[in-house]
């Protein structure tokens, strides 16, 4: 009997492991052999300790949209797999910033400076990841206290030959552009980071390789077991070509209002739904499969994706929120029927012009009606309607975040919108 | 009157700048514009301070001898002139040592190791400049306060590209060989060493461009008037054809006997002559030019080289050692006419076998003679001479340093030496 049981202890205990790995991995675009990560997590297990998660994080970066979210995201994952995030502000890497040619380094900012900045980026971090399952560290802990000596030891244990492997260096270094001697520090640094914290693992977007492979070399250079890694994709923003960014507009911030998040998501092409569900959602990959499935076997993509989007919303802004957002959606957007090429009049808040004198202005520029005066008279008999209210006079109309919805008569749709929203 | 006087007073004083020049440039192979120079000695003059000339020495060389010298005694020169020597010991750079592509950094020696080395170096290189006016730093008291973020600093001011045109760091990029990224740093360092004394001046051999010139940048880049740079030429040994070596043999080390010293110098090539007047004498570049003169113009080389045999050994052994090597050369290889292609013995300190029985076992092996039993009667009826003394007895042979002459009958000569001497 007992053997039985201790058999069925050790199969529950690979099932476990094998759980695990199958979350670590879901949506990772690179990682460490599956057999190296297998046999960590067996010893940590063993030892009975979590695995320590580090994710280094650059002070000066700025608000946090889902494109940023795919690592923390995984992050999040693994912390409810029991594991804990140990998180780096590089304050002291960031006298040289990740390497872009410039020359010279960076002004030094002041404690005071980076503790504001750093703190409001962890309020956003902790929107995602756990807060009670998080160890925050300064790089300058370890960094400010090494001398030349130390320098040189770290320095000792890359080739110049590995550092012009990076894809920036070599670039530089090949068509002549300057590229300093310190530059090859920043990579260096961050890999010691590693050391000092003794990660099990690190995290980061596929553009993060170089660095966070030379942090599994250099722990092994200072006798310890190499973490393990895993590289995340990038994500392409809700136009679906262009990686996700703020100066490109096509992002999705985490802060942003509900209807605005849900709607965004809407806007993804269909091809994106799976790579959304993988990199910005913690739904288990099984679940994946079979929302994958449902799509293969012919269920209509916007259904589903009006899932992720209320699955991304709740993410953020909890439950009844992503309910209210979505039902909104299918009221404004859905039972309307509005069109998908519906035309979009941008509202400019910065103009000395009323929202709802610009919106007169748009619809008859683009010939939609007549004159100003029909349009009005349109208003004044309750034939207009924004977001399902009847407007009678333009003067009170103002518009806020997200689309809106503008119904003039039986037919013609309008999306409304606030300019660099 | 007042007029003239003055206009005196800066001619002498421009003369004697020229003057200074010359003396300073005399053998030199490679320098900065002579109108910087110019310059800078007019700008000390009227500041009324003295040159610092900048000398870093690695702790770790061996012996001293007179192609170490060429640049020591280039010092000497000026500080006859009024300047200053400021010797850096690199105790801090020789943990990294000059690259020679070792990837591990070398064990930091104790700081009593470092000193007793330093102080054993010392004493000899005191032997060619004047204590009295030499300032003695260790590059730790400064190296060894920075920290990271100076490193960086440091590292920041010159490019990878610059980096690798240093000829050994290109070859081994070149040819795949490992070259670690700390080792971009003995430049460096050695650099910043300038910018912690304040040089003014730099003295190195043409190996050490690279290293030299980057001080002067780094001073630059710090806001330092840059230092001015001499490179001395790499002085051949007494075979006129390698660069003078401890390993090679081919050396005259300046703590040897004046006999050595002596019967060194007198084995140089003729066309050595006026190369090693220039680097290894003080003789003013006039006189030099004078003796050039007198070669050109038929003199014996052989007459010369006995000058300059007498000046290099006086220069280490003091005048009265000088006259008695010269008399004891004359004496020997002179009035014996000892052929230059006089046989040489070498005999083996480290043999079971007595001097003189090697000596006897030269002879016969090399069929000299048909029998040891005929050299013993040759030695015991008196026929032998060792340095002009009879030897009747080998057994009472002691061949010590330098070289010795063996003269056995009326006219065969054979030098002895020990072996490795």
Known sequence: MHESVGKEEIMREEQEIENQIAIMLKGVANHTEVSEI?????????ENRPFRIKLGLDPSAPDIHIGHSVVLRKIRQLQELGHIAVIIIGDYTGMIGDPTGKSKTRKQLSREDVERNANTY???????????????????????????????????????ARMLERD??????????????HEFFYPLMQAYDSVAVKADIELGGTDQTFNITMGRNIQRDYGQQPQLTLFMPLLEGIDGVEKMSKSLGNYIGISEEPAVIYEKVMKIPDNMIIKYYNLCTDVHPDEVDRIQKMLDEGANPRDVK????????????????????????ETIFQQNKVPNDALTILIDPASPLMHGEQMIDFLVNNKQYK???????IFNHGGAK????????????????????????????YKVQLQGN
């Open 38 to 46: 297998r046999e960590k997590l067996r010893e940590a297990k063993k």
């Open 386 to 413: 924004l977001d399902e209210e009847k407007v009678t006079d333009e003067r009170s109309i103002v518009i806020g975040e997200g689309v809106h919805i503008l119904k003039v008569g039986k037919k013609n749709f």
């Open 306 to 329: 009006m899932m992720l989007a209320h699955e991304i919303t709740e993410l953020y802004t909890g439950k009844e929120n992503a309910d209210q957002a979505q039902q909104r959606f």
């Open 122 to 160: 962890m309020e956003q971090i902790f929107k995602i990841i756990d807060r009670d399952r998080t160890e925050v560290h300064y790089n300058s802990e370890w960094l400010s206290k090494m001398n030349f000596g130390d320098v040189i030891e770290l320095a000792s244990k890359c080739t110049v």
């Open 168 to 181: 920036d260096f070599n670039n530089r270094y090949t068509n002549h552009l300057p590229l300093s001697v």
């Open 371 to 377: 004159s100003k005066s029909e349009i009005r008279r």
